[in-house]
C-alpha cells in the first residue's frame, strides 16, 4: 500500500524565517510527488516534482525531491503570515490517476 | 474561469435524511474525485470517476454513492446521513494523463 508521511505535524515560526517542510514516501513504481497549501478552503497546487536533485522555485518557495533516500523538501524563506496553512504532499498510485496524500503539516507564522 | 464548483458550501443534515453534493469543472477534465477531510486524518478518497461513464471506490466508499451525470459534472449521494460523516467534502479534477488535481472550494457538512 502507497504510503506519504509528513513532518513535523505542526509548527510555528516568527515573521521572517526559513522553514523547512519534509515529506517521504514509499510509492510503487513512483513517478512524481506533488506539493500543495491549504488555507482556510480548497488546496492549490504548488509543484510537481518528477527528476531528483532538480529544484523547483516560485518566488520564496522551493522544492527538490531525492529519489534515492525517497523524500522531498519544502522550503520557504522570509516566511509571512500570509504563508501560514496547512502544506499536503501527494504521490500518484500506480496504474491509475488517484493520489496518496499526507496528513499535510500546519504551518504557523507569528507576525 | 470558475475551475471547479461545488455546491452547497454549508449544510447541516439530521441522521437519516439524505443529500447530494454537486460538483461541476469548466476546465474538460476526465477524471473527477471526491474526497473528504477530517481534523488529523488529511484527504482520503471515496470515490472517483476517470472518465465519463465510469466510477470507482476510493478508500471510504461505505455510505456514499456516486453519479458521474456527464463529463462537466460528478455528484455525491448521501442516502442515510450519520454523524460519522460530519466532514468537509472536497471535488478535484485532473486532466487526461495529468497527477495535477485542482479542488473545488468544499462543502461543509455537519449532521446532528
Request: proline share 4%.
Amino acid at each position: 500500500e502507497d504510503k506519504v508521511v509528513q513532518s513535523p505535524l505542526s509548527l510555528v515560526v516568527h515573521e521572517g524565517d526559513t522553514v523547512t517542510l519534509n515529506c517521504s514516501y514509499e510509492v510503487t513504481n513512483f513517478r512524481s510527488l506533488l506539493w500543495y497549501k491549504q488555507e482556510k478552503k480548497a488546496p492549490t497546487f504548488l509543484f510537481m516534482l518528477t527528476s531528483s536533485g532538480i529544484e523547483k522555485k516560485s518566488g520564496r518557495l522551493s522544492s527538490i525531491l531525492d529519489k534515492k533516500e525517497l523524500f522531498s523538501i519544502l522550503n520557504i524563506t522570509a516566511t509571512q503570515t500570509g504563508d501560514s496553512a496547512v502544506y499536503l504532499c501527494a504521490a500518484p498510485n500506480f496504474g491509475n490517476e488517484k493520489l496518496t496524500f499526507g496528513t499535510g503539516t500546519r504551518l504557523t507564522i507569528i507576525p | 474561469n470558475a475551475g471547479v464548483t461545488q455546491t452547497p458550501k454549508f449544510q447541516v443534515l439530521k441522521t437519516g435524511q439524505s443529500m447530494t453534493l454537486q460538483c461541476a469543472q469548466d476546465m474538460n477534465h476526465n477524471s473527477m474525485y471526491w474526497y473528504r477531510q477530517d481534523p488529523g486524518m488529511g484527504l482520503r478518497l471515496i470515490y472517483y470517476s476517470a472518465s465519463e461513464g465510469t466510477t470507482d471506490k476510493g478508500e471510504v466508499p461505505n455510505g456514499y454513492n456516486v453519479s458521474r451525470l456527464n463529463k462537466r459534472e460528478f455528484s455525491l449521494r448521501l442516502e442515510s446521513a450519520a454523524p460519522s460523516q460530519t466532514s468537509v467534502y472536497f471535488c478535484a479534477s485532473s486532466g487526461l494523463l495529468s497527477n495535477i488535481q485542482y479542488f473545488g472550494a468544499g462543502t461543509r457538512l455537519s449532521v446532528l
